[in-house]
């Protein structure tokens, strides 16, 4: 999937490139800016999706897969950088004003990346979610945000065509770049929350309901729980409180079980530890054990 990303990005970058030169369109100049930014975005993330599913080695106990969040900030600081290039372009020509050629070529150039980037971010967004890769979800975001410069640079020229009015060119590009600036920023906030393990509400929500229905009816408790994802895999742990009487070999048969259906519930990729404690001990926690 990232190889015919990566393809279809030197293609678009190469076709906007010479549409931008033909036109003189400071919308195009500003989608051809973004594909360039893409373009090393793509090539980063490919070699970080191939680090990410390496396994566990003796120096990466936990695997290589938060070089994900590593290449979805790496995303989105390049769509912010291109932002910021469109907005200072845009600027430039409002000031100093620019004749825009050839717009029959410039939006049918546009028109069929937009339509390319369209079907190729959806199916990034949905493999992504269905392998829960972060790698995948940011490009997808990336190409999709490829697809807002685009319409943006479609609708300026149209305007321009059909009004003669040459400020809309500039206009609609500090839109998309607005636009852009926005989608970078979102990026780069969930990488550094992902490296950071900042908890998933939702998950936890999903989690807390499991374990309060099981230990309910089983008469234990926990606490203590704790989960992150790191990129491709979720990782969750948590203390289970047993009466004392109870059989190690029961326990340990018990807390199997709810294992298992806390990592159905949260999907694949799912690593879940519990800890084992007699009631008589729940709160004698050492120091490294609370948070």
């Known amino acids: 999937m990232m190889t015919l990303s990566l393809a279809v990005a030197v293609v678009l970058l190469v076709a906007k490139t010479i549409a931008a030169a033909m036109t003189g369109s400071s919308a195009i100049y500003s989608d051809a800016a973004e594909s360039v930014t893409h373009l090393l975005a793509v090539a980063f993330a490919a070699w970080a999706l191939r680090l990410a599913h390496k396994p566990s080695d003796d120096t990466h106990h936990f695997g ?3 070089v994900a969040f590593i290449s979805s900030g790496f995303e989105g600081a390049m769509i912010s950088a291109a932002a910021l290039l ?7 020509q409002a000031i100093s004003g620019s004749v825009i050629e050839s717009m029959g070529l410039g939006i049918l150039v546009t028109a069929g990346a937009a339509a390319v980037n369209l079907v190729l971010g959806m199916a990034l967004l949905r493999v992504g979610r269905k392998h829960n890769s972060q790698v995948l ?10 697809v807002w410069t685009s319409g943006a640079v479609i ?8 009004t003669g009015w040459r400020w809309w060119d500039p206009i609609c590009a500090i839109l998309a770049g607005s636009k852009l600036l926005w989608t970078g920023w979102r990026l780069m906030r969930e990488s550094f929350g992902g490296l950071m393990d900042e908890a998933d509400l939702a998950v936890e929500k999903e989690l807390r309901d499991i374990l309060d229905a099981d230990c309910a009816t ?5 606490h ?12 969750v742990e948590f203390h ?5 009487e109870t059989d190690l070999g029961d326990a340990h048969e018990i807390a199997t079980e709810l294992e298992g259906r806390v ?5 694949q990729d799912v690593r879940v530890i519990s800890h084992l404690e007699p009631r008589s001990a729940e709160h004698q926690e050492e120091p490294w054990e609370l948070r």
């Open 240 to 244: 289970l409180v047993f009466p004392d």
């Open 155 to 162: 609708i300026a020229l149209g305007l321009v065509y059909f």
């Open 218 to 222: 089983r008469g234990l408790s926990y």
């Open 86 to 92: 469109i907005l200072y372009d845009a600027g430039r």
């Open 263 to 267: 990592a159905a519930q949260i999907g």
């Open 137 to 146: 979800r940011a490009n997808g975001e990336h190409v999709l945000a490829d």
């Open 224 to 235: 203590n729980l704790r989960h992150r994802h790191s990129g491709r895999t979720h990782w």
């Open 64 to 66: 290589h897969d938060k």
